[in-house]
């Protein structure tokens, strides 16, 4: 970026890039860049596809685990003692219509930051950002991918079809959300781990408490590694207007996350409690607290390499999470 760009009226030089004061992002997130709209022509098919796989984050599969795993638990807790092929079957297309779903929603969050990631040393180098691919391409890619998600969630009954769409609204959102509220994070986990009810709405025979105490657990889980992976980015985002709970909680987010953290654990047995799980499930949920105590303590906020790390761990929490749920049902597998 130019420190002669004429959209910007006074910048701040950083290191090896130019810093928009936040009296200027607001403004400046509602222009289009050109460079956007003027990729390279000549780009060989494997060089486009290089492109095209990055924007969808497809190098980076360990948030769509994170993403699908809410999801999973509820499906394990609502099956039938006795499950089959259908079953099966359904909590595959769970996980592949996650996957459309959460590359689309990087595709809307790409388009909508795109004017602010330029000036992130973290983001400045997605294909966006660094004026790879064009708003055209970059809309077709959405299409083509809220369209396979769609066509996955058309396999399940209306009510599921409803809740899926109002989980695509609220991913849709949440970009927008950073710049007006300080607690961007609460709104992501309430959206994304809608997908709570789409898995138990389409396996379980009845409603009961369990899938909303697992909402609530999943959105605490959101809050706690968002606003770790959020304190990456906290002091360009204080340069430019971006809101975080990681701005928010400043030097407290280790105390706070401490206390979610706890609240997890009490929705989770709660959760076990009311879908009847036995000793097992509690078992885990402990085992699982004591881990994620040990990743908050251990986690140190103004390294972003230990941010991320923190991030990718939380693989291990769903897991542990899953293995408890799966653990603590009774039930098999009958091949129909």
């Keep these: 970026m130019s420190p002669n760009h004429n959209s910007l009226k006074s910048q701040t030089y950083l290191g090896s890039k130019w810093i928009v004061p936040s009296t200027n992002i607001r403004s400046m997130a509602l222009l289009s860049d050109t460079r956007t709209d003027h990729v390279t022509h000549g780009r060989s098919l494997s060089e486009a596809l290089g492109v095209y796989c990055k924007f969808m984050r497809f190098h980076a599969l360990t948030p769509i685990v994170i993403f699908c795993y809410p999801a999973m638990w509820s499906a394990c807790m609502a099956l039938p003692s006795t499950f089959g092929i259908e079953e099966v079957r359904k909590m595959a297309l769970f996980c592949l219509g996650a996957f459309f779903a959460r590359t689309a929603g990087c595709c809307v969050n790409d388009m909508a930051d795109r004017n602010i990631d330029k ?25 083509v991918n809220a369209s396979l998600s769609l066509l996955v969630l058309m396999q399940f009954d209306l009510e599921t079809i409803r809740l899926g769409i ?29 997908s709570v009810y789409i898995a138990w709405s389409a396996l379980a025979p009845s409603f009961t408490l369990a899938p909303v105490f697992l909402h609530l657990a999943s959105t605490f889980w959101t809050v706690i590694y968002d606003t770790v992976y959020a304190h990456q980015d906290k002091k360009y985002d204080q340069m430019i207007g971006v809101k975080s709970m990681a701005i928010r ?7 706070n996350a401490k206390v979610c953290a706890a609240a997890i654990s009490l929705l989770l047995g709660a959760a076990g409690y009311t879908a009847n799980l036995n000793d097992w499930f509690y078992a885990f949920v402990a085992l699982s607290h004591l881990w994620m105590s040990h990743q908050i303590n251990i986690v140190d906020l103004k390294d972003s390499a230990s941010c991320l790390r923190f991030f990718k761990r939380s693989v291990i929490y769903g897991a542990l999470v899953l293995a408890g749920v799966l653990g603590g049902r009774d039930i098999s597998f009958k091949l129909d």
Aim: hydrophobic fraction near 45%; charge should be positive.
């Design 249 to 255: 909680w400043g030097d407290n987010t280790k105390r």
């Design 166 to 194: 109002l989980t695509a609204l609220g991913g849709c959102l949440y970009p927008f959300m950073k710049r007006i509220t300080n607690y961007p994070q609460v709104f992501l986990g309430l959206a994304s781990n809608l």
């Design 119 to 143: 000036h992130v040393e973290r983001t400045k180098i997605r294909p966006m950002a660094a004026g790879l691919i064009s708003t055209k391409e970059a809309l077709g890619l959405l299409a």
